[in-house]
């Protein structure tokens, strides 16, 4: 039995793309950047054998294709054909340029009907084209024929100063068309870097506008941080899953210690927004599942027990864990406290006012997750609870 489980292989197969948005966290907007890259690119064989073969021994169920754009890999559908056979489901992350009907069907084909369409939309409108090199409509478009060719749709939306006032109106336009959709941060990854001093979001964008957003339209995958969920009541329903220290069953709260993610040249991180910067190793020089079980990262990252600051000394410390990403970028520290957060706990009792309406919404999400296959009822009710561990002393 593998020490590590994961659920998804979030995976930049090219760092091509067919666009190329301001502040694109894979440099696939910088000619140079994707020309090094390209020399370097994972082959078929070597994705097979060193990620998606060992990927079997640690649980994985999804693979998430993404880029730079994806679909400018000539042997795009290959890939998903194979993923399928060798018995995973899909998503492809895609800008939507390449996305004609034809393609979908492609696509929907290639896959047996497991895979599901992601798209990057930051607004519903013009004010979309800031962030995207991409108008809205079309993206819209897409939405729209994944519906009547039965395809699953997800939605991302990158948050940073630019959104703060239109959040709201994208994230209930996407939930009353009944997709499901995440928020990812805005970082300094990439291109990134040109903005994220200016249009990073801090603690009073978040406080202000988009956690009572998300509060108000939960729909789908419903964590993010801060997540104020009750650490007793995820050890019920879980059964006390978590990998390591990271609450699984489902997962909940920063996605570090849930996933493993992989750039264009093989190397692996904790996060699709920390790739570059934090490895792990690279696939070429061991295939996945042994890189990732010999990682300090990985043992850091998943024991949450490790956390500094406020997050070290709050009730959420499991459910929650503080984003990983936000700690790094800003204070050059994984384990450090979550500086966006606007929780100040003042020890380990203090509760969220936010913490009832948090469950509330958790548990209507346990009939959706247990509907997507990520979810499973313990066997018995009166299976053991374990306790999350005692927090380190920080
Ligand atoms: C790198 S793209 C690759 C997939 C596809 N080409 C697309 O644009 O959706 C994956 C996601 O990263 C987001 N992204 C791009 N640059 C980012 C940055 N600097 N910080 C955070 N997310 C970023 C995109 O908006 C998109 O949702
Ligand atoms: S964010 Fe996506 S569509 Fe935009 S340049 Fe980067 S990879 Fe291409
Ligand atoms: S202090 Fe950290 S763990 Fe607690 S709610 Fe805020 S981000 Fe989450």
């Not at 300094?188 to 506008?209: I, N």
């Not at 750039?263 to 996945?288: F, K, W």
């Amino acid at each position: 039995m593998a020490r590590y489980q994961f659920q998804v292989v979030y995976f930049e197969a090219t760092r091509r793309c067919n666009l190329r948005c301001p502040f694109c966290m894979t440099g696939s907007n910088d000619a140079r950047t994707v020309r090094e890259s390209f020399r370097n690119e994972l082959t078929l064989q070597e994705i097979r054998d060193r990620i998606l073969l060992p990927a079997r021994r640690l649980n994985v169920h999804t693979i998430g294709w993404s880029g730079g754009e994806f679909l400018m890999r000539r042997d795009a559908l290959e890939l998903l054909r194979l993923t399928v056979d060798l018995g995973f489901r899909c998503s492809v992350l895609s800008n939507c340029k390449k996305l004609t009907r034809e393609r979908l069907e492609a696509i929907r084909d290639a896959t047996r009907g497991h895979a599901r369409i992601v798209v990057g939309l930051n607004a519903v409108d013009e004010e979309n084209r800031w962030s995207r090199d991409s108008e809205s409509d079309r993206t819209l478009r897409v939405l729209k024929d994944c519906l009547e060719l039965g395809i699953g749709q997800h939605v991302v939306v990158t948050i940073g100063k630019y959104n703060t006032e239109s959040f709201e109106k994208t994230v209930e336009f996407i939930v009353k068309h009944n997709i499901a959709y995440n928020r990812s941060p805005l970082v300094p990854r990439g291109s990134g870097s040109r903005c994220f001093g200016e249009m990073g979001f801090d603690r009073s964008d978040l406080e202000r506008h988009f956690h009572p957003a998300l509060r108000r339209n939960p729909h789908g995958y419903v964590s993010y941080t801060p997540f104020f969920l009750s650490p007793e009541l995820h050890a019920q329903v879980s059964g006390g899953a978590r990998n390591n220290t990271v609450p699984q069953n489902p997962a909940i709260g920063c996605w570090a210690g849930t996933w493993l993610t992989v750039n264009a040249e093989g190397e692996v991180s904790v996060c699709p927004v920390l790739l570059d910067v934090l490895s792990a190793g690279n696939v070429r020089d061991r295939p996945i599942d042994e890189l990732v079980e010999a990682s300090a990262l990985f043992a850091d990252i998943t024991d949450r027990s490790r956390l500094k600051g406020r997050c070290g000394r709050c009730r959420y410390q499991y459910t929650c864990g503080g984003c990983r990403a936000m700690a790094f970028f800003h204070n050059g520290d994984y384990m450090g406290e979550d500086p966006t957060c606007f929780f100040d706990p003042l020890e380990r009792s203090t509760v969220s006012e936010h913490e009832e309406e948090t469950n509330r919404v958790f548990k209507k999400y346990l009939l959706v997750a247990r509907a997507a296959g990520v979810y499973q009822p313990p066997k018995s009710s009166r299976s053991p609870e374990p306790p999350p561990p005692e927090p380190a002393k920080t």
